[in-house]
Structures are given as C-alpha cells and as structure tokens.
C-alpha cells in the first residue's frame, strides 16, 4: 500500500489564515472513495486519524481503515482515536488530578522535573456531581451554598486550585457555574479549534471524551462525544488514544415539523422509543433529512444528553445554519463562527444532505404526540 501524501491545505478565515488537514486532498488521493456518502461523523473521525498520524501510535494503514467506512461490513478491525478534549466531573476528575500529583512525585524521587507531567490534551474539569443544597426557598441561597460548599470541602478545592495553576491544558469550572454538560455546551467547546503552532495556526473539528455518560449531550452541537470511564480519560489526557472498533452508523431520518404545544421531550421519548426497539447499542446514530433543519439546537441536544438511554455510543447532529445561530446566541466570538462555517464547509461537516448509513429509521416530527416518561424506563412512554 502507498503511503497518504501530505493533505494540508491553508484556509483563509476571519481569524487568519489557517492550515487544515484536508478530507478533500485525501479523497483525490483515493483513500477515500467518495467523501459525500460518508456519515458525517465518521469524516470527523477520519480528519482526526489523519491530523495525529505518527507513524507509531496513529499510522498510514490506520487511516486508511478508517477511510474504508462502509455501509455494509466493516468487521472487527480496531482504530486508534484520541478525541481533540477531555471533560471532567469533580467525583471522576479528583482521582484523575490525585494521579497527575503522583505522577509528578514519582518523577520528583528520581530526579527529574515534576513539571514534565502534564495533560496532553485540554482537560476541563467542573465541579457539579457532588454539590450540596443545604439553603433553600431564600434570593440568597446560591450564595450561601456556595459558602457551605467551599468550606466543607476546603482541600478538595485547595487540591484543584493547585492543579490548575500547576498543570498546562488544565481548567476548573467552580461550582454555581452549571452541569456540565450545559457548560461544555454553552461555553466550553469551541466546535474548531484554532490553535498556534511552530508552523502556523492549525485548524480541526472539536471531539469530547467525558467522564459522564450524558457526556453526549454536545453531539447536538456537531461534536463527536461520548461518556468513558476514568482509566480511559486519563489515558487520553496522556497521550494513548482510545482503542474502537469501526462502528456502524444508523441514519435517524426527520420529516416534518412538531406540532404546535409538542416539546423536546415529546420528541426525545419517541426517538427512545423507536432506537431501543431498534437496537442501536455500540453504534452511531446519525440525524438527517428534509426535517433536520426544522429542530432548534436545544431540541438537538435534548436527543442527544438521551444517547445512553437508546444505547448508542452517540446520536450526533452535524454543523448547519441551526448550529451557528446557537454559537451567536451563546456569544461565541464572531470571528471564531466565521471559521467555523467556512472550515466545515470546506471539510465536508457541513450538513448538505444525507449520506449512506448502515440502517435507516423514519419519524414524521408531526406524528410526535405529547407523552410521559414510563414509570420504570423512559422508553416506556405514555
């Protein structure tokens, strides 16, 4: 087999140019056979193999397997992904800082600069699972929470204060800030990074590994994301990517419109519903067609928090018009959204129409009925 060329191309952007390891260039190349039939977040996979590609943990042939997504078999072959950031929540993430702190020690007792550990990727940690309302039905009980709070569990927050003044690629989300999920939607993905190299600025599509299965939340904003456990997130924040078998991808078809007084959740019961029956455990599920543009953002997202609930490893929604309107409404950085548009629509993430897809479901958003969560299980609807 011949080596992958190089495939970088620049791109001009508001914020400058910028260089992009192109899915075009690699499918000239004939490594892949035709970029449009390709499920959108398999190409984010792909862009992701091929960026990181070093020869020894990412190779050419990893590449190439990826590229060779099909809708029929894909077998048992295994491929190397390391997501592009990793999300922590405090009960997960103070294990993982406690085993940076003595990663640093043991390298301390031989000598060498502790300052040498660092995460490899951006690492986000927000402290929501383990807070305590002990104030309630008064204006200031936020305030007074947040008091309790800190002085309960004042060497925990001594421990990830330390860290993220110790560690690069580290940041702390306070409590009183929001869940998680929320934060990393409204704030904390940035969709594209854009970060400064020796060679210039480089651009690529945002990816998530939470330690948190609702981690999939911020699949309803085009990022490929899902929930792993703390070995596997530390791991990545080491540099070792995630070992996948190439999944299959079902097509979530959407016709239609919601009715008048039908909600996101109406809609997520259904969606439960119909994958459960389906079957969707360890596969993508993909969300397309002439009723994909009718779901606002937070109805995305809705559907995609509810992967773990389907079973899929993640439901993602790919980058449109919706999407953008969602990152000026959360005030993300004009310049930054006119990267974001022109880098998708260059790379092919920009939703243009349906690709191929291992299996198909259908809904009519306008045959989505109000309805219960069932008693014992949300597919259960009533």
Not at 102 to 117: L, Q, T
Not at 201 to 206: F, G, I
Not at 364 to 378: I, N, T
Request: overall charge negative; some cysteine; proline content about 5%.
């Amino acid at each position: 087999m011949t080596d992958i060329a190089d495939c970088r191309k620049t791109l001009s952007t508001a914020e400058g140019d910028v260089t992009i390891y192109s899915l075009k260039e690699l499918e000239k190349q004939g490594v892949i056979k035709d970029l449009s039939k390709m499920p959108y977040s398999i190409r984010v996979l792909i862009e992701s193999l091929l960026r990181q590609k070093d020869g020894r943990l990412i190779t050419d042939d990893d590449v190439k397997r990826i590229s060779s997504w099909n809708a029929q078999d894909n077998g048992d072959s295994d491929i190397p992904f390391i997501p592009a950031r990793v999300l922590l929540q405090d009960l997960t993430g103070g294990a993982a800082v406690v085993d940076l702190a003595s990663m640093r020690a043991a390298v301390a007792d031989i000598g060498k600069d502790p300052s040498m550990i660092n995460p490899l990727v951006p690492v986000d940690l927000v402290i929501d699972h383990s807070i305590h309302v002990d104030v309630a039905g008064c204006p200031e009980a936020q305030e007074k929470n947040e008091e309790i709070e800190f002085e309960r569990n004042k060497e925990r927050y001594a421990l990830f204060k330390w860290a993220q003044n110790s560690f690069r690629n580290f940041r702390v989300v306070p409590p009183g800030k929001g869940i998680c999920h929320q934060v990393n939607l409204e704030y904390l993905s940035p969709l594209v990074h854009c970060v400064d190299t020796e060679n210039g600025k480089v651009a690529y599509p945002d990816s998530c590994f939470g330690t948190d299965s609702h981690t999939t939340q911020i699949d309803g904003l085009g990022v490929v994301g899902w929930g792993v456990g703390g070995i596997e997130a530390e791991a990545v924040m080491l540099g070792q990517p995630c070992y996948m078998k190439l999944p299959d991808v079902v097509g979530f078809r959407l016709t239609g419109k919601l009715k008048a007084g039908v909600t996101a959740t109406d809609l997520v019961l259904t969606v439960v519903e119909m994958l459960r029956k389906k079957g969707v455990v360890g596969k993508f599920v993909e969300f397309c067609g002439p009723g994909y543009e009718n779901l606002e953002l937070a109805d995305r997202a809705t559907i995609a928090n509810m992967g773990p609930e389907y079973g899929a490893t993640m439901g993602f929604f790919p980058v449109d018009g919706k999407t953008v309107d969602y990152l000026r409404l959360s005030g993300r950085n004009p310049d930054h959204i006119d990267l974001i548009e022109k880098y998708t629509k260059e790379q092919g993430l920009w939703y243009n129409g349906e690709a191929e897809y291992s299996d198909m479901l259908e809904l009519d958003l306008g045959d989505v009925e109000p309805s219960l969560a069932g008693h014992k299980r949300p597919q259960d609807l009533i």
